[in-house]
């Protein structure tokens, strides 16, 4: 049977999924952590039938990364670019990223909280970090401001999942990867913003659900 890898995006965990993963019955489900708010864990066990990746935000981006035959991938909000981009207006001024990380070392709890009202959801109350959660979301936070994907090579089936709403990843970043990644479709709600697993979940839920009957 198909197993299921939930990895949540910048400035969350594994609580994304809380109101997701618990519908898929049988099937092994694992909801990997960053390791933000406490030690990470990203490994994947081993499953004959092999796995569909589900990511929100940067966690789509880091699934589609990995080295991994994935029987196909979900992004929540996902994107290929985060920044703008030279001829590219779309996309979070780098600037903004560049502030947020100054910020970091002095108030980190009002980062997050700011964070957490643009995505739409937020976390009450927020969650402890630690030195080296701390360290892993100001390294993550600088990726951001370089990611731009590339279409990967290999044939993956992928579904994409977002909010017209949606302040920190804009539909036409949405747009843009669905363009890029062959043979995927996107399907876009009309509200929800950016937090899509926590403010929509039985949505998320019948993507993931149909994108599994598809897939046999």
């Not at 390791?35 to 589900?54: C, H, R, S």
């Not at 937020?122 to 936070?141: H, Q």
């Not at 993956?156 to 990644?181: C, F, G, H, N, T």
């Not at 929509?200 to 046999?216: H, K, S």
Request: with cysteine; proline share 8%; hydrophobic share 40%.
């Amino acid at each position: 049977m198909i197993g299921l890898i939930f990895l949540h995006g910048w400035g969350y965990g594994p609580g994304t999924w809380d109101g997701v993963a618990n519908a898929f019955g049988p099937a092994p489900v694992v909801c990997l952590d960053a390791g933000y708010f406490g030690p990470p864990a990203l490994e994947l066990p081993d499953n004959t039938d092999g796995w569909l990746g589900v990511g929100h935000s940067l966690g789509f981006a880091r699934l589609l990364q990995w080295d991994i035959p994935w029987r196909g991938l979900v992004g929540v909000g996902g994107f290929l670019r985060f920044c703008q981009k030279h001829g590219k207006d779309s996309g979070t001024p780098a600037d903004m990223l560049d502030a947020m990380i100054a910020r970091l070392d002095t108030s980190p709890q009002d980062v997050l909280a700011r964070f957490h009202k643009r995505c739409g959801h937020r976390l009450s109350p927020l969650p402890d970090m630690t030195t080296e959660g701390m360290k892993r979301l100001r390294a993550d936070l600088l990726s951001l401001r370089d990611v731009d994907l590339p279409s990967p090579q290999r044939d993956v089936p992928i579904r994409l999942l977002s909010a017209k709403d949606d302040r920190i990843v804009p539909l036409d970043l949405a747009r843009e990867a669905q363009a890029l990644l062959t043979g995927s479709r996107l399907q876009e709600l009309d509200n929800g913003g950016h937090a899509l697993p926590m403010t929509r979940p039985a949505d998320c839920q019948r993507l993931i659900q149909e994108f599994l009957r598809d897939l046999g």
